[in-house]
């Protein structure tokens, strides 16, 4: 009976397979192969080695997208946990409308990122409210996204603003396992707001936030869309990503093969950093 039932699973199980291998795994593979040869459109595909790897180490243009891209996912990354920890402290408790709070602050995760590049550019230009909030507190104003320095730490309040909603979903959801019965004791016992959080909140957490910190970090080594639709890479390549290096090198340049080259790097390097974020937040569990 549990053989039939295995088998009726996996019939129903089957399609859904069969389209992961078709649109997932096989163009994982084939981009993993086309990082090999000299491919481009019309033209004949020929096997190049390690010609790619060796042209993208010699490419200052690809080691400057790298550490732009670094720079923004090392801000990115922690703020939006921190930003989805506090908010999901805030609705942790029930409070009349806490339902309408949940609500409106996971709204951002479901906003398409091209009108949210759209609305951020408008706030970060010269005239926008940012940049006339400045003004009226004595701060420099004009442009952030015209700003070479100011240009990345523009797009990390758009991926905080963007992605907390999620974080905040998944630590909500965390923290309303945690026993009541733990904290009520802690607090019998003396211990304070912060002991509370830090001896029994935090520990009970820790899978929660090493979930968010690979998720957070793969989603900001990939990101795109507001890097296309604010910046375009500028201004004098200040926000110049690696995933618009692939993108400029595939469909400006139609380097096939140099594209894939780029993004097996941004594979294995991914893969690296959530095997380190393994090691050190995850070792528990």
Same mark, same amino acid.
């Given at each position: 009976?549990?053989?039939?039932?295995?088998?009726?699973?996996?019939?129903?199980?089957?399609?859904?397979?069969?389209?992961?291998?078709?649109?997932?795994f096989?163009?994982?593979i084939?981009?993993?192969?086309?990082?090999?040869?000299?491919?481009?459109?019309?033209?004949?595909?020929?096997?190049?080695?390690?010609?790619?790897?060796?042209?993208?180490?010699?490419?200052? @243009?690809?080691?400057?997208?790298?550490?732009? &891209?670094? %720079?923004? $996912?090392?801000?990115?990354?922690?703020? +939006?946990? !921190?930003? =989805?920890?506090?908010?999901?402290?805030?609705?942790?408790?029930?409070?009349?409308?806490?339902?309408?709070?949940?609500?409106?602050?996971?709204?951002?995760?479901?906003?398409? @990122?091209?009108l949210?590049?759209?609305?951020? &550019?408008? %706030?970060? $230009?010269?005239?926008?409210?940012?940049? +006339?909030? !400045?003004? =009226?507190v004595?701060?420099?104003?004009?442009?952030?996204?015209?700003d070479t320095?100011?240009?990345?730490?523009?797009?990390?309040?758009v991926?905080?603003?963007?992605?907390?909603?999620?974080?905040?979903?998944?630590?909500?959801?965390?923290?309303?396992?945690?026993?009541r019965?733990?904290?009520?004791?802690?607090?019998?016992?003396?211990?304070n707001?912060?002991?509370?959080?830090?001896?029994?909140?935090?520990?009970?957490?820790?899978?929660?936030?090493?979930?968010?910190?690979?998720?957070?970090?793969?989603?900001?080594?990939?990101?795109?869309?507001?890097?296309?639709?604010?910046?375009?890479?500028?201004?004098?390549?200040?926000s110049?990503?690696?995933?618009?290096?692939?993108?400029?090198?595939?469909?400006?340049?139609?380097?096939?093969?140099?594209?894939?080259?780029?993004?097996?790097a941004?594979?294995?390097?991914?893969l690296?950093?959530?095997?380190?974020?393994r090691?050190?937040?995850?070792?528990?569990?």
């Open positions: 009976m549990r053989r039939r039932e295995a088998r009726i699973g996996l019939l129903f199980v089957l399609p859904v397979l069969l389209l992961f291998l078709a649109f997932r096989g163009p994982a084939a981009g993993g192969l086309l990082a090999f040869t000299d491919y481009t459109i019309g033209a004949e595909t020929s096997w190049t080695g390690l010609d790619n790897l060796q042209r993208m180490v010699d490419d200052p @243009l690809f080691w400057r997208a790298l550490r732009t &891209t670094l %720079i923004y $996912s090392v801000l990115a990354v922690p703020l +939006s946990i !921190l930003a =989805a920890l506090g908010m999901a402290l805030l609705v942790r408790r029930s409070f009349r409308g806490v339902k309408l709070f949940r609500s409106m602050f996971f709204l951002p995760v479901v906003t398409s @990122l091209v949210a590049g759209i609305v951020f &550019t408008w %706030i970060f $230009s010269a005239d926008g409210p940012w940049s +006339s909030l !400045l003004g =009226a004595g701060l420099p104003s004009g442009s952030w996204l015209s320095t100011l240009v990345v730490p523009a797009l990390v309040i991926a905080v603003w963007t992605r907390f909603g999620f974080g905040m979903l998944i630590l909500l959801a965390r923290l309303q396992d945690i026993p019965e733990l904290e009520e004791a802690a607090l019998t016992d003396g211990a707001a912060w002991h509370r959080f830090r001896y029994i909140v935090l520990p009970e957490l820790k899978p929660a936030l090493f979930f968010l910190a690979v998720i957070e970090t793969t989603v900001s080594f990939q990101v795109f869309d507001t890097v296309y639709v604010m910046t375009g890479g500028g201004p004098a390549q200040s110049y990503m690696l995933v618009f290096q692939l993108y400029d090198q595939a469909f400006r340049y139609f380097d096939f093969g140099y594209a894939s080259a780029i993004g097996l941004l594979f294995v390097m991914t690296v950093v959530a095997l380190i974020q090691l050190t937040l995850g070792r528990d569990r």
